[in-house]
């Protein structure tokens, strides 16, 4: 069946401007997560969706960073006034994580939308 | 906290030699460990797991990982490497620290392959 698609794949936007990047998971997960992927970090945790739980936003670096998951399926990350350090590849990934059960489902990953502000 | 570590930030190797990349955790518990590959242009794959029972794990595309838990180690393994096998390897841990499963990765090596 089909895999993770993230959309746009490329974007470049000039600094000071909002970006939103899209993340379709796969049919049926019902955990998605967001990572970023830059040359100094390495590869990070932003946040995490549950189902209808409230999202795990810890890993999310400032407050100009949001995302939102709509009917439990597309999640949108949003970057508000980007900066410079925002440049960077965003990965999105899904699994199919039952309630109570262990931690052993595989995330399966998009492409990533690789992200340059100018 | 949890932490891996990939020494090795680049290899060469000859095709059709063996392979070794090494993987060092941090982890209070028995950990669940994960080692991806990630082709230019192209998200993370998932090459084998680790989460219980028989140390050897096999995965896909000829690889096999060992967990040793008095070294922490989790290294990868290929007897004989192809050309195709080029490309960046990360291994990462799971992280049950707040909610879900959240992958807390290495800072990958890259692989190159000499024909």
């Known amino acids: 069946g089909a895999g993770v698609s993230q959309s746009p794949s490329n974007k470049v936007t000039e600094k000071g401007k909002d970006v939103e990047l899209r993340c379709d998971p796969i049919?049926?997960?019902?955990?998605l997560y967001w990572y970023r992927q830059s040359l100094g970090q390495g590869l990070e945790f932003l946040i995490y969706f549950q189902g209808n739980s409230a999202p795990d936003k810890s890993g999310l670096p400032s407050d100009r960073f949001s995302a939102e998951r709509t009917g439990g399926s597309v999640s949108t990350l949003t970057i508000q006034r980007t900066q410079q350090e925002d440049s960077a590849v965003y990965l999105c990934?899904?699994?199919?994580?039952?309630?109570?059960?262990?931690?052993?489902?595989?995330?399966?990953f998009g492409p990533g939308t690789r992200l340059t502000v100018l | 906290a949890q932490s891996v570590t990939q020494p090795d930030i680049h290899i060469t190797v000859s095709e059709g030699a063996s392979l070794e990349l090494r993987c060092n955790y941090s982890y209070g518990a028995t950990p669940y460990l994960f080692w991806y590959v990630q082709s230019p242009g192209q998200g993370l794959q998932l090459l084998l797991k680790y989460f219980s029972g028989d140390t050897l794990v096999q995965g896909i595309k000829g690889f096999e990982a060992e967990f040793k838990r008095s070294q922490s180690s989790f290294n990868l393994r290929k007897p004989s490497v192809h050309w195709s096998d080029a490309a960046e390897y990360f291994c990462a841990v799971v992280s049950f620290t707040g909610g879900g499963n959240k992958l807390t990765f290495g800072t990958g090596t890259q692989l190159k392959v000499e024909l």
């Open positions: 990934a899904s699994s199919l994580e039952l309630a109570g059960g262990p931690p052993t489902d595989t995330q399966y």
């Open positions: 049919s049926g997960h019902t955990a």
